[in-house]
């Protein structure tokens, strides 16, 4: 599993895994190496090692039926949901120009979490992006790489002028630039952290924007089938399973009560410096316009002329 893989790396090298204190929380513990995470992630390690064993079997390298997982009851998990309303989404946008007026955060990590609030995307399909998978004249990320395989994500017309507008490094193949030459952005929790905490939303993880996005639309009568391409979902059964379903109000309730009023993050985008370092300061803003969720065109009416296309994708 590629992001359990990069999630270690990153915990090894935030220095998570070897906290200051670890003699004497080992101590307090009987032993042991001290990390960090809880029920769940020991529940995703019995999943991975189980996988280890399974292909050690496969391949011939351990006996049949010797996984020594097998049997091994998981810790029982409480799914935490958290959608964000109307008010909490503007809260958003409003810190994350802030944070791009002031060039207190780095473009790429504005632009990232601003991806996961428009595609409804996962995390990793949007750090490991690269420009060859953005098809602008088919309005869609083409992703062969995905935690679900290939596939594609409908863009909405915001994303589209995002992307469009964003600089790209030479030599550099990703849409999320990282520090390192020709990679990515590895780690987006820290600035999530700044931009939650100026938003005043300490309790939304970056998941959520995922989630959440599936929820203003649900609540804004989009169909199933039109919400599970936007995501990417391969089966519509796995958009019915989303606990969002459950838990979304009815739309005749909230239609005229969420999303956003105006756009999200300005057109007119920052230039890169002749040196390919940072950003330069950030250009003119140019006119604020509503996209996608808003009182005089919400989520619905913007995806009904294109719903055709997405039936044709599928099939």
């Known amino acids: 599993m590629p992001a359990d893989i990069e999630s270690f790396k990153n915990a090894v090298r935030n220095g998570k895994t070897a906290p200051k204190d670890a003699k004497a929380k080992q101590k307090e513990q009987g032993g042991g190496l001290v990390?960090?995470?809880?029920?769940?992630v020991a529940n995703r390690c019995l999943t991975l090692l189980s996988k280890i064993f399974n292909l050690a079997e496969l391949w011939g390298l351990r006996p049949k039926a010797s996984n020594p997982v097998k049997?091994?009851?998981r810790y029982g998990e409480k799914q935490k949901e958290r959608f964000l309303s109307r008010d909490e989404f503007q809260r958003l946008a409003a810190a994350l120009d802030q944070f791009e007026r002031e060039d207190s955060e780095s473009l790429y990590a504005i632009t990232a979490i601003r991806l996961l609030i428009?595609?409804?995307a996962r995390l990793s399909e949007i750090l490991t992006l690269q420009w060859e998978n953005v098809q602008f004249d088919r309005r869609r990320l083409r992703l062969i790489d995905s935690k679900t395989g290939p596939k594609n994500i409908e863009l909405t017309q915001a994303a589209i002028d995002l992307l469009e507008n964003l600089p790209r490094i030479e030599g550099n193949p990703y849409v999320i630039v990282g520090r390192r030459h020709a990679r990515h952005l590895v780690d987006l929790q820290r600035p999530w952290q700044r931009v939650r905490s100026a938003a005043g939303l300490s309790d939304v993880r970056i998941h959520d924007l995922r989630h959440s996005f599936a929820s203003l639309a649900i609540r804004n009568g989009v169909s199933i089938n039109v919400i599970g391409k936007l995501l990417g979902h391969r089966?519509?059964?796995?958009?019915?399973?989303?606990?969002i379903l459950k838990t979304a109000t009815s739309p005749?309730?909230?239609?005229?009560s969420v999303g956003f009023s105006r756009q999200p993050w300005p057109r007119k985008r920052r230039t890169i410096q002749p040196n390919g370092n940072d950003p330069a300061p950030m250009?003119?803003?140019g006119p604020v316009v509503d996209v996608g969720f808003s009182r005089r065109q919400d989520l619905r009416s913007a995806l009904v002329e294109r719903k055709s296309a997405l039936v044709s994708i599928s099939n």
Do not use: H
């Open 283 to 285: 250009a003119a803003r």
């Open 35 to 40: 990390v960090k995470g809880g029920p769940g």
């Open 71 to 73: 049997g091994i009851v």
């Open 252 to 256: 005749r309730r909230t239609k005229r």
């Open 235 to 243: 089966s519509s059964e796995t958009t019915r399973d989303m606990p």
């Open 118 to 120: 428009q595609p409804g």
